[in-house]
């Protein structure tokens, strides 16, 4: 009887700890000019996409991550019409975003072609949303797509990978600059943040260059419970223009008319994401 070896994936968060899981098969792996992408099959967690080795998202709890970069500043933002999503190639952000039936323009842009068409292929359940006729999906760079622009979009969601490689230009205060200068007068930025927990100077980097661009008192974090992510805590770093803290805005009326059926977010968690341990009050500073 032929022996096969069990095969377990980790993804190392630093030299002494990480997080792991047996992978059933390896559905799909190749490299294009930006980085590595895997699709694996596993026992617990469903589908995976890994981007050079790294943990994107996985089928039984990607729908945190992408409620909580969505909904949030959707329902936090006055009648927003127009929305922008830098990244997000896997396609979940858009689904989400999609959901909001009244906007006048979903536009995304994703610097990699190849993982639009895996995502497609592979892991439908956030990638078929790639193909609906209403988003205006543009494969090209969100940095240099934001230059240059004036008062053009009421949410930018910034749905990036790590803050490294084709991805470190989304965490500059140049580019948080043309963001606010590409949103309209009450318009809100969110950009993934890391975690606070094993690395804070990564979350550090988006809030403080945030605030450079918007000012000190006009950017904070939240958090989402995701248990594939480091720590199992994600922080989402986010900016307005306008005057109302987006934890004291939320549009109830247009929640309810929607009727969304969602795993995550809801009216309670709207506020109590901006609730934050003590430790991490500190890092804020």
């Known amino acids: 009887m032929a022996f096969f070896p069990e095969f377990w994936f980790t993804e190392k968060y630093s030299g002494t700890c990480g997080f792991t899981f047996k992978v059933k098969q390896v559905l799909y792996t190749d490299k294009s000019e930006l980085q590595r992408i895997d699709i694996l099959e596993t026992f617990d967690f469903g589908r995976v996409m890994l981007l050079d080795g790294l943990i994107m998202f996985t089928e039984r709890d990607e729908f945190v991550y992408h409620e909580m ?64 006729p209403k988003l205006n999906l543009i494969i090209g760079d969100g940095i240099e797509f934001v ?14 990978t790590d803050p490294f490689g084709a991805a470190e230009g989304l965490f500059n205060v140049e580019f948080y600059s043309n963001v606010r200068e590409i949103l309209k007068d009450n318009g809100i930025v969110v950009a993934q943040a890391e975690n606070y927990y094993y690395d804070k100077r990564w979350m550090m980097r988006s809030v403080n260059n945030m605030r450079k661009a918007f000012g000190e008192d006009k ?31 939320f549009d109830k009326e247009r929640f309810e008319k929607l009727n969304l059926k969602l795993k995550y977010y809801n009216p309670e968690i709207h506020k109590a994401a901006f609730v934050l341990p003590n430790y991490a009050r500190e890092i804020l500073g």
């Open 69 to 132: 970069i969505s909904h949030l500043p959707l329902f936090a933002a006055e009648e927003p019409k127009d929305v922008l999503i830098i990244g997000g190639g896997d396609g979940g952000t858009a689904r989400e975003v999609l959901k909001h039936e009244y906007l006048n323009s979903i536009t995304q842009v994703e610097i990699d072609k190849l993982v639009v068409e895996t995502s497609k292929k592979y892991t439908p359940f956030v990638g078929e949303s790639l193909a609906n």
């Open 147 to 160: 230059k240059d622009k004036k008062s053009l979009y009421d949410i930018v969601i910034v749905d990036s």
């Open 219 to 249: 950017v904070t974090i939240y958090q989402a419970s995701i248990p594939t992510y480091p720590s199992g805590t994600w922080a989402f770093s986010i900016a307005w223009k306008g005057d109302t803290h987006p934890k004291d805005s």
